[in-house]
């Protein structure tokens, strides 16, 4: 079965920082993933998606990047971290097209000082 | 641009009582997905159901039932005989179709249910 794995489950930081979150998939190949971010008491918003290997397209512009070095493994990141950029983030994988559902790690809760 | 509205911000009730949840989406496309997903205290969000455009049909899942209404653009969902583990926030979510271009997720402002013993 696929199982998706998101690390670390929680994050401080100091603003200036650079930061670096990493999402792994199992049992599944070439699946799309995701990057949301989940301000406190708010709904979700799609930050990145990639559908293959260095394949990224950003929804917003942000302090943020991500990258995808391998089929299932995908970062985000940051050289510099803003106050804004706190939040709860999530990473989410699919496979197949526009009716299959997406399925959510666990979650960063990120903070920043 | 597609969006999806979820009116309700919390919703507050005594186990046992019925929930019903709204969710009206706005989209171009003839063909789409909608989903419901629920977020438990601990975070992640764990998938629930998943409707096309093109079936109307209402479904019934153990207390869980949903209502799609393509006429109102409305995808409701109802917990009924609620519980305390039933407390979490609640996201619909509209999936706009991009071929084989991964399935772009738009989601509503979600609905904080809390059930209360």
């Known amino acids: 079965s696929q199982t998706i794995h998101q690390w670390p489950a929680t994050l401080v930081q100091p603003v200036g920082s650079p930061l670096s979150l990493e999402c792994t998939v199992e049992?599944?190949?070439?699946?799309?993933l995701y990057w949301y971010r989940q301000a406190a008491g708010r709904g979700l918003q799609l930050l990145f998606y990639?559908?293959?290997?260095?394949?990224i397209s950003s929804e917003v512009p942000q302090n943020l990047s991500a990258s995808r070095p391998q089929d299932r493994q995908f970062i985000l990141s940051s050289k510099k971290l803003l106050l804004s950029d706190s939040g709860f983030y999530l990473c989410a994988w699919s496979v197949g097209g526009a009716r299959q559902p997406q399925h959510f790690g666990d979650g960063t809760r990120l903070s920043i000082l | 641009a597609q969006k999806v509205t979820q009116a309700q911000t919390e919703i507050s009730v005594v186990e046992k009582e019925d929930v019903t949840l709204d969710c009206v989406y706005e989209t171009r496309d003839t063909t789409y997905y909608l989903f419901w997903y629920k977020q438990p205290p601990s975070g992640e969000l764990v998938f629930l159901i998943r409707r096309n455009s093109f079936d109307e049909q209402n479904e019934i899942s153990g207390r869980y039932s949903w209502n799609f209404q393509k006429s109102t653009s409305s995808f409701n969902f109802t917990i009924t005989a609620s519980q305390v583990v039933d407390s979490a926030v609640y996201f619909c979510?509209?999936?706009?179709?991009?071929?084989?271009?991964?399935?772009?997720?738009?989601f509503g402002g979600g609905t904080r249910v809390l059930v209360k013993p």
């Open positions: 979510a509209l999936s706009e179709v991009r071929g084989a271009a991964g399935n772009k997720l738009t």
């Open positions: 990639s559908v293959g290997i260095g394949q």
């Open positions: 049992g599944t190949s070439n699946p799309n």
